[in-house]
C-alpha cells in the first residue's frame, strides 16, 4: 500500500523565487499539468490548505497566516488563471509573466503540499 508522505513544516516561497524566470515556468508547468477545471482551483487550494496539519512557514521561521483564498484571488470564475496558464506560440513557455505573487504564492504552496515530489523540482 502506497502511503503519501506528508512534511511536517512547509515553506512558503519567497517573491525572488517567485519572480525567478526557472521557477515561473516549472511552476507554469506543472499547473498546467493538473487536470482540474479552472473553477475547481479556488476550492482544491482551499481544502488542500484547511487540511494540511503541519506548520507553514516563511523561511526565516515565522509562521505563514495563510490568507482568506477568495480575498487573495478576488476572480470567482478564475479567468485570471486562464491568463497565467496561456501558452506563448511555442506551447512551451507562458505568454506571460504575471506579477500576482500572492495568488502564485498559493498555487506553489498547494504544490507544497499536496505534490512535494513536483514542487521539489521548481526551484532548480
Given at each position: 500500500?502506497?502511503?503519501?508522505?506528508?512534511?511536517?513544516?512547509?515553506?512558503?516561497?519567497?517573491?525572488?523565487?517567485?519572480?525567478?524566470?526557472?521557477?515561473?515556468?516549472?511552476l507554469?508547468v506543472?499547473?498546467?499539468?493538473?487536470?482540474?477545471?479552472?473553477?475547481?482551483?479556488?476550492?482544491?487550494?482551499?481544502?488542500?490548505?484547511?487540511?494540511?496539519?503541519?506548520?507553514?512557514?516563511?523561511?526565516?521561521?515565522?509562521?505563514?497566516?495563510?490568507?482568506?483564498?477568495?480575498?487573495?484571488?478576488?476572480?470567482?470564475?478564475?479567468?485570471?488563471?486562464?491568463?497565467?496558464?496561456?501558452?506563448?506560440?511555442?506551447?512551451?513557455?507562458?505568454?506571460?509573466?504575471?506579477?500576482?505573487?500572492?495568488?502564485?504564492?498559493?498555487?506553489?504552496?498547494?504544490?507544497?503540499?499536496?505534490?512535494?515530489?513536483?514542487?521539489?523540482?521548481?526551484?532548480?
Open positions: 500500500m502506497h502511503t503519501k508522505s506528508k512534511r511536517d513544516v512547509v515553506f512558503v516561497a519567497t517573491d525572488q523565487q517567485l519572480n525567478k524566470k526557472s521557477y515561473y515556468r516549472r507554469w506543472a499547473t498546467r499539468n493538473i487536470d482540474l477545471p479552472r473553477r475547481l482551483w479556488l476550492d482544491e487550494i482551499a481544502d488542500t490548505l484547511r487540511d494540511y496539519h503541519g506548520l507553514i512557514c516563511h523561511y526565516n521561521g515565522r509562521r505563514f497566516n495563510v490568507p482568506v483564498i477568495d480575498e487573495v484571488f478576488q476572480d470567482s470564475d478564475m479567468r485570471w488563471l486562464s491568463y497565467f496558464l496561456s501558452p506563448d506560440s511555442s506551447g512551451l513557455s507562458p505568454k506571460m509573466h504575471v506579477r500576482k505573487l500572492e495568488r502564485l504564492r498559493l498555487i506553489d504552496l498547494y504544490f507544497r503540499i499536496k505534490h512535494p515530489h513536483i514542487a521539489d523540482h521548481f526551484g532548480r
